[in-house]
């Protein structure tokens, strides 16, 4: 036999190949389980549907503590989930849902959203990241930049919607998150997301939603804080607007 064989058809090097093996196939059933703990088990859409766990199943909760003190589990099968006003087009399992009521606030398509903490998301102090300009004076516009306080807000049809009143920044990232918009007419303030915005000289340019939509934007319960669940529905609400604020840009292209 020559250096390394045990036997006559076995020697070290395969060994440690079959053992390469086993870890990988290990490895692939613990990543694919871990997966597990975010979205399953799966619900049909059905009230009375079975629940679908895949494989693996699901596995058992695991403990998180927070900066904050908080205690999450993963998976969370009594987290409640994200509400919507909905309705299948069609009978089978998998089926898109219809909005009822009002589209922007119904929860489905590009309107969905989850139901996350309402707690302001913290800094590494335990203070709120995103603040309005007016409690964080050391921030402010770059000069070679547009201001767009002043500047008024038009939704898809052109028309006026508001104007800007204040810009909200996330002091971590060091950019802006959204701009406080203050309705025409009402004076309600209404935050509007960076993301959806064209800022201009001119003004500020909206596409998701037509000028007299901004005034069911959801609110925030502070003046100067906003909480990940309302992050989630206010982004929700202009997302819904890409689809549903007129009927036509539910029609196909061509």
């Given at each position: 036999?020559?250096?390394?064989?045990i036997?006559?058809?076995?020697?070290?090097?395969?060994i440690?190949?079959?053992?390469f093996?086993?870890?990988?196939?290990?490895?692939?059933?613990?990543?694919?389980?871990?997966n597990?703990?975010?979205?399953?088990?799966?619900?049909?859409?059905?009230?009375?549907?079975?629940?679908?766990?895949?494989?693996?199943?699901?596995?058992?909760?695991?403990?998180?503590?927070?900066?904050?003190?908080?205690?999450?589990?993963?998976?969370?099968?009594?987290?409640?989930?994200?509400?919507?006003?909905?309705?299948?087009?069609?009978?089978?399992?998998?089926?898109?849902?219809?909005?009822?009521?009002?589209?922007?606030?119904?929860?489905?398509?590009?309107?969905a959203?989850?139901?996350?903490?309402?707690?302001?998301?913290?800094d590494?102090?335990?203070?709120?990241?995103?603040?309005?300009?007016?409690?964080?004076?050391?921030?402010?516009?770059?000069?070679?930049?547009?201001?767009?306080?002043?500047?008024?807000?038009?939704?898809?049809?052109?028309?006026?919607?508001?104007?800007?009143?204040d810009?909200?920044?996330?002091?971590?990232?060091?950019?802006?998150?959204?701009?406080?918009?203050?309705?025409?007419?009402?004076g309600?303030?209404?935050?509007?997301?960076?993301?959806?915005?064209?800022?201009?000289r001119?003004?500020?340019?909206?596409?998701?939603?037509?000028?007299?939509?901004?005034?069911?934007?959801p609110r925030?319960?502070?003046?100067?804080?906003?909480?990940?669940?309302?992050?989630?529905?206010?982004?929700a609400?202009?997302?819904?607007?890409?689809?549903?604020?007129?009927?036509d840009?539910?029609?196909?292209?061509?």
């Open positions: 036999m020559e250096t390394g064989a036997t006559q058809y076995v020697d070290v090097a395969q440690v190949l079959y053992m093996w086993v870890f990988f196939a290990g490895l692939i059933y613990y990543l694919v389980r871990e597990h703990r975010e979205g399953y088990p799966m619900d049909p859409g059905r009230p009375d549907g079975p629940k679908v766990e895949g494989w693996p199943p699901v596995p058992a909760p695991a403990t998180f503590k927070t900066a904050d003190g908080h205690v999450h589990l993963s998976p969370d099968l009594n987290r409640p989930d994200g509400e919507y006003q909905g309705t299948p087009v069609h009978k089978w399992n998998g089926a898109p849902l219809e909005p009822v009521g009002n589209p922007l606030l119904a929860g489905v398509g590009p309107g959203w989850a139901m996350r903490a309402d707690v302001p998301d913290a590494l102090h335990g203070q709120p990241k995103i603040v309005p300009l007016r409690v964080a004076p050391a921030h402010g516009v770059a000069a070679r930049d547009t201001d767009p306080r002043g500047l008024p807000v038009r939704g898809a049809d052109h028309q006026v919607a508001g104007k800007v009143v810009l909200w920044i996330d002091r971590m990232e060091m950019l802006f998150r959204y701009l406080e918009v203050e309705l025409a007419g009402s309600q303030r209404v935050l509007l997301p960076m993301t959806f915005s064209r800022v201009k001119d003004g500020v340019h909206v596409h998701a939603l037509l000028s007299a939509q901004f005034a069911d934007v925030t319960r502070s003046p100067e804080q906003v909480t990940l669940l309302e992050e989630e529905k206010i982004t609400y202009y997302g819904a607007g890409t689809l549903y604020a007129t009927p840009r539910q029609e196909p292209l061509l």
